[in-house]
């Protein structure tokens, strides 16, 4: 049975189509600049394929993935009837898609409706989902998986706003998250490599990339995340400022006379890492620029391992004790020393580095030493995997 899972943003439209028998990638690719002029990247048989095709619409991309997964030199698939179904990542399903759903017109339509919860992504999905029912016909199932859906069930001590309870009634206010599809793998896959019941197990899985999320998993279901109605929320990130106190923004915006999106686009895109350095949002160049002794690059590395340390601490405080940690994303799984620094600061919950199986590079792997209270795990993440097992599952159902 083969899945192929479709990530569509507003101009690009990344792809990979999986062999579930052995949860192989068959093929991959991105349209990118749909709109515009249009690249289109494809790597299949062990081969790249790198062209210019101009593709005005979301329609026209799938066109452009479908002829090329079934393509005499670069195809992978005979017909496009192979395709058991597609997957499609969407960013929030709000309190409306809670889990991964079988879409049809009206539910997409529904979705539509919850644009203002992720207006730079969901119109992106919608648009997505809407080009794949063209193309492919009604008969090929097309599955949505929400980002937000992991998070959902969390309890209403750690989801609801302390802001007047009509705004969640009225607007649904409430904490989302994100990265969902992300933890809710890395969280299993912890699970595995222990050799554990996910059920035994409390873990904490970090999310740390260019946006960087964390949550507390017990027993396998999230129960509080670091991200909020936003993913402005949480830690900060390479731009965006996470957590900081809200009257800082109407400050500054009666200060520099600024709109609500002005405001909110200093908090999204100027601060974090980027804004604290003036060098870069890359924690690469951050390294780089700290080992030169640039003292703000230094402190936006120190804030993010005191951040993600006072995450830690709280879920392992609100699961009362903590198994597991996990690091995933690029931060995550690169940066050896950022997982070093964090780990020495959760000392006192019986925490010990093995820093030599921590400064390899590779697969999934246990970090920690052997008598290590806590166990720490990198996990590389792999949204794609994870959306095609869930779609499989909503379609075996
Ligand atoms: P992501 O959003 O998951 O792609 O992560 C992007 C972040 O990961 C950037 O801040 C990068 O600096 C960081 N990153 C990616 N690769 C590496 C690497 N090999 N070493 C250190 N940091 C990395």
């Not at 593709?55 to 005979?78: R, S």
């Not at 929030?92 to 079988?102: I, K, W």
């Not at 198994?323 to 050896?336: C, K, L, P, S």
């Not at 994870?386 to 499989?392: E, K, W």
């Amino acid at each position: 049975m083969k899945i192929l899972v479709i990530n569509a943003g507003s101009s690009s439209l990344k792809y990979q189509l999986i062999d579930m028998e052995n949860e192989n990638v068959l093929a991959k690719g991105l349209c990118d600049r749909i709109g515009l002029d249009g690249k289109f990247v494809h790597n299949a048989n062990g081969e790249k394929l790198e062209m210019d095709h101009p593709m005005p619409n979301h329609a026209e991309a799938i066109k452009v993935v479908l002829a090329h997964l079934t393509d005499a030199k670069w195809g992978v698939i005979k017909d496009v009837a192979e395709i058991s179904a597609v997957g499609h990542r969407v960013v929030n399903g709000g309190e409306v898609f809670v889990e991964a759903t079988l879409m049809d017109a009206e539910k997409i339509d529904t979705l539509e409706s919850l644009t203002e919860f992720a207006p730079l992504h969901n119109p992106a999905a919608v648009t997505g989902l809407r080009a794949c029912l063209e193309v492919m016909g009604a008969d090929v199932p097309q599955v949505t998986v929400y980002d937000t859906a992991f998070h959902y069930g969390m309890p209403k001590t750690a989801a609801i706003y302390p802001i007047p309870y009509e705004y969640y009634e009225k607007y649904g206010i409430r904490r989302f998250g994100a990265h969902g599809t992300s933890h809710g793998y890395v969280a299993g896959e912890c699970a595995k490599l222990l050799g554990k019941d996910i059920k035994d197990l409390k873990i904490v899985t970090c999310h740390l990339g260019n946006g960087s999320s964390i949550t507390a998993v017990d027993g396998g279901r999230c129960v509080d995340t670091s991200m909020g109605f936003t993913p402005l929320a949480g830690v900060l990130m390479g731009t965006r400022c996470g957590d900081i106190d809200p009257a800082v923004a109407m400050f500054i915006m009666n200060k520099e006379n600024l709109t609500p999106d002005e405001m909110n686009n200093i908090m999204n895109k100027k601060s974090g890492a980027l804004g604290l350095s003036g060098v870069s949002n890359d924690f690469r160049d951050l390294d780089a620029a700290a080992s030169e002794g640039n003292e703000r690059a230094q402190l936006a590395l120190d804030m993010f391992t005191y951040q993600v340390t006072k995450y830690i601490g709280s879920y392992a405080a609100a699961m009362g004790g903590v198994d597991a940690i996990v690091f995933t994303a690029g931060i995550g799984e690169n940066n050896n020393v950022m997982r070093s620094d964090i780990v020495k600061n959760l000392k006192f919950l019986g925490v010990e580095m093995n820093e030599e199986e921590n400064s390899k590079r590779g697969e999934a792997r246990v970090v920690s030493t052997p008598e290590s209270k806590v166990k720490v795990c990198v996990i590389p993440t792999n949204e794609e995997l994870a959306i095609a097992r869930q779609t499989l599952a909503v379609i075996n159902k």
